[in-house]
């Protein structure tokens, strides 16, 4: 079992930045392990934001519109997502994935980005 723990949602204005990080308990299989974000918003279905391959490779939610950053360090078992220029519509809760396969597939518990107007 990972356990995925995330930190750096709260209240932000429109047009301020946040830094989310997710730090996994184990690092076994972090550094195999394709790692994203994913966000929920009331009425919408969750989406990607950002996900990270363990060679490096980048996807990204077409609302990101070059925004936003994602970055892993496999040494800490950590991922991180930088959201800068955020907007109101980009308030959801947010959770950090790791994928290692199709029956080893975790999620943290989410954490809320609130964006004012």
């Known amino acids: 079992q990972v356990q995925l723990v995330e930190s750096g949602g709260g209240l932000v204005q429109a047009g301020g930045s946040l830094r989310l990080s997710c730090v996994g308990s184990?690092?076994?299989?972090?550094?195999?392990?394709?790692m994203g974000w994913y966000r929920q918003a009331p009425g919408k279905q969750r989406e990607l934001v950002a996900s990270i391959t363990p060679l490096g490779n980048t996807k990204y939610g077409d609302f990101v519109q070059g925004r936003f950053i994602i970055t892993r360090e496999d040494a800490k078992y950590t991922v991180r997502l930088q959201m800068n220029n955020l907007k109101p519509e980009d308030s959801a809760a947010y959770y950090c994935?790791?994928?290692?396969?199709?029956?080893?597939?975790?999620w943290g518990q989410g954490t809320q980005v609130t964006v004012s107007p």
């Open positions: 994935n790791l994928r290692y396969s199709e029956l080893q597939n975790y």
């Open positions: 184990s690092g076994r299989l972090f550094g195999l392990s394709e």
